[in-house]
Antibody, heavy 121, light 107 residues
Framework: EVQLLESGGGMVQPGGSLRLSCAAS????????MNWVRQAPGKGLEWVAG????????YYADSVKGRFTISRDSSKNTVHLQMNSLRAGDTARYYC??????????????WGQGTLVTVSS | EIVMTQSPATLSVSPGETATLSCRAN??????LAWYQQKPGQAPRLLIY???TRATGIPARFSGSGSGTEFTLTISSLQSEDFAIYYC??????????FGGGTKVEI
């Protein structure tokens, strides 16, 4: 059974940083791209970033490009999202989502329960 | 960026009825379209990919159709557990992967 467990959320002041982690199990980690998708309170879903199975390529939404960095550690079956220069508009629940393929970003066949990030002074 | 538009925003139906949800792309996305269901307090769940292929474990009352720019999710014989928010997502042209704004199916 695929399991994705996010951690690292919390409250941070504008301009601050957070590092989210997603521990994956139940599948061959390196065989699948991984993504972060966020959902602001009461709003819809927004794709944030994705990384290929090899970790060789990463992609970002324009709204976070230059501020967020996605990475993966195959030795620990973990994907990370380093979030810098946080803004109030980044307040959301952040979901880790497993992609359907290794080398491309397609759709998300498994999701974690999410971790809440609140950016407020 | 491909913009996905879902309609209606809210759909009021009764148990046992059929719900028809629409999703439109502002550019052709072939059949690279997925549907998700999200219940309150839960993560989204994949329902449909490739516009019409049900994901593992999804009941047959959920069906998807369409290609190009117009897509439909049909839920037949609605059951109480089907009342939720449904999102479409394109994966033809990225980044970014983009979602529609969602359709809330309510009683």
């Amino acid at each position: 059974e695929v399991q994705l467990l996010e951690s690292g959320g919390g409250m941070v002041q504008p301009g601050g940083s957070l590092r989210l982690s997603c521990a994956a199990s139940g599948f061959t980690f390196s065989a699948f791209a991984m993504n972060w998708v966020r959902q602001a309170p009461g709003k819809g879903l927004e794709w944030v970033a994705g990384i290929t199975g090899s970790g060789g390529s990463s992609y970002y939404a324009d709204s976070v490009k230059g501020r967020f960095t996605i990475s993966r550690d195959s030795s620990k079956n973990t994907v990370h999202l380093q979030m810098n220069s946080l803004r109030a508009g980044d307040t959301a629940r952040y979901y880790c989502a497993k992609d359907r393929t290794q080398q491309w970003l397609y759709y998300f066949d498994s999701w974690g329960q999410g971790t809440l990030v609140t950016v407020s002074s | 960026e491909i913009v996905m538009t879902q309609s209606p925003a809210t759909l009021s139906v009764s148990p046992g009825e059929t719900a028809t949800l629409s999703c439109r792309a502002n550019q052709r996305v072939k059949n690279h379209l997925a549907w998700y269901q999200q219940k309150p307090g839960q993560a989204p769940r994949l329902l449909i990919y490739g516009a019409s292929t049900r994901a593992t474990g999804i009941p047959a009352r959920f069906s998807g159709s369409g290609s190009g720019t117009e897509f439909t999710l049909t839920i037949s014989s609605l059951q109480s557990e089907d009342f939720a928010i449904y999102y479409c997502q394109q994966y033809d042209n990225w980044p970014p992967l983009t979602f529609g704004g969602g359709t809330k199916v309510e009683i």
